[in-house]
């Protein structure tokens, strides 16, 4: 049985602004649809002008807090999960305080008094969204607070340390920390590629963490630049999927089991050098609303029945479930309670 404290999530807490936009928009920002960036500066003056417009919603997020508070909402135990990362002295930052706590996500923040609470641009057009983030107190996340004493407890509470791949550009420091205590106490570490240019920019950084890594998501556009950029020439995601699996492992605690999500098409597993299929729930167009968060949720779902060491089946089937209910709503939000058998 999952028990308090048991899954720790270290990220980038962001408060998403998201709202619908029109093809003019994106042209204007020079935004691809279903994209995944981080804000340069002729980005900045997007922020206020959807802020402006009168369908604009505020949701705490940010990838790896998103994949925390669905996980919280499949487990329904109180404090089950807690979560790291660097907020603002702000009226944003005590939104994602309130917020997270609501959730029952039991939330350390370090809180810079220099930056403003990072912000994400959610540009929704026809259910597609693209994402472009504007870190600000986000980056300014520093290993001295994981080393707190109050904070590396929850570390050292955690049986399972989730953090995706968008934190490879804050904090590296602070995943090899979490990643070294994962590996020497027989602990499960997972992380995410997040993104193609994380894959592309920081792979240095990527290298270092990849051996403590026992699960690793992606979807297969990112697999397939994780492909390219190690010169495996293959766009096959199965072949790339059992390559990654078969990596070199810090640890022989635990074996890499390879997840890549693929849209509507199946969950390709990779695992003891053999792939497995899973369909996943097929959505009718119509009652697509907004694709934002649908990966995280889909790791906020396996997570919650990994922690209660249900099968692979049971955590991708569950995993599926928490897509298919964030993507028939507005941003990473979901019913009050769960309805997965």
């Known amino acids: 049985m999952a028990s308090e404290g048991i899954l720790l999530g270290m990220g980038n807490p962001l408060l998403d602004i998201s709202a619908v936009v029109d093809d003019e928009f994106l042209q204007k920002y020079k935004i691809k649809l279903n994209d995944a960036i981080l804000a340069e500066e002729h980005h900045l003056p997007m922020y206020d002008e959807l802020a402006s417009r009168h369908n604009v919603e505020y949701i705490a997020g940010g990838a790896t807090q998103n994949s925390i508070r669905v996980a919280q909402w499949m487990l329904q135990i109180p404090g089950a999960t807690s979560y790291m990362g660097c907020i603002g002295k702000d009226k944003f930052g005590e939104e994602m305080k309130k917020n997270v706590k609501e959730a029952g996500v039991n939330a350390h923040y370090y809180e810079d008094e220099t930056a403003p609470t990072g912000t994400c641009a959610v540009c929704v057009v026809g259910g597609e969204r693209s994402l472009i983030a504007n870190?600000?107190?986000?980056?300014?996340?520093?290993?001295?607070?994981?080393?707190?004493?109050?904070?590396?407890?929850?570390?050292?509470?955690?049986?399972?340390?989730?953090?995706?791949?968008?934190?490879?550009?804050?904090?590296?420091?602070?995943?090899?920390?979490?990643?070294?205590?994962?590996?020497?106490?027989?602990?499960?570490?997972?992380?995410?590629?997040?993104?193609?240019?994380?894959?592309?920019?920081?792979?240095?950084?990527?290298?270092?963490?990849?051996?403590?890594?026992?699960?690793?998501?992606?979807?297969?556009?990112?697999?397939?630049?994780?492909?390219?950029?190690?010169?495996?020439?293959?766009?096959?995601?199965?072949?790339?999927?059992?390559?990654?699996?078969?990596?070199?492992?810090?640890?022989?605690?635990?074996?890499?089991?390879?997840?890549?999500?693929?849209?509507?098409?199946?969950?390709?597993?990779?695992?003891?050098?053999?792939?497995?299929?899973?369909?996943?729930?097929?959505?009718?167009?119509?009652?697509?609303?907004?694709?934002?968060?649908?990966?995280?949720?889909?790791?906020?779902?396996?997570?919650?029945?990994?922690?209660?060491?249900?099968?692979?089946?049971?955590?991708?089937?569950?995993?599926?479930?928490?897509?298919?209910?964030?993507?028939?709503?507005?941003?990473?939000?979901?019913p009050e309670k769960p309805d997965f058998k």
């Open 135 to 334: 870190l600000s107190a986000a980056n300014c996340y520093k290993s001295d607070h994981l080393k707190r004493p109050e904070n590396w407890k929850l570390a050292e509470k955690a049986r399972y340390i989730y953090i995706a791949g968008f934190f490879l550009t804050v904090s590296p420091e602070s995943i090899l920390l979490v990643a070294e205590h994962a590996a020497a106490n027989y602990k499960v570490f997972l992380t995410n590629l997040s993104a193609p240019f994380i894959c592309e920019f920081f792979r240095d950084a990527q290298d270092k963490v990849f051996p403590y890594v026992d699960y690793i998501f992606r979807n297969e556009t990112e697999a397939r630049t994780f492909s390219r950029v190690r010169g495996w020439e293959t766009d096959n995601v199965e072949e790339i999927a059992l390559k990654i699996s078969a990596l070199p492992k810090a640890s022989g605690t635990h074996k890499r089991i390879t997840v890549i999500t693929q849209g509507s098409d199946p969950v390709v597993v990779a695992e003891d050098g053999k792939v497995r299929l899973f369909p996943v729930i097929l959505l009718p167009k119509e009652k697509l609303v907004d694709t934002n968060g649908a990966g995280d949720a889909f790791v906020g779902g396996f997570l919650s029945q990994l922690v209660k060491e249900k099968s692979i089946d049971d955590c991708i089937r569950a995993g599926c479930y928490a897509a298919n209910v964030i993507i028939q709503r507005s941003g990473c939000t979901y």
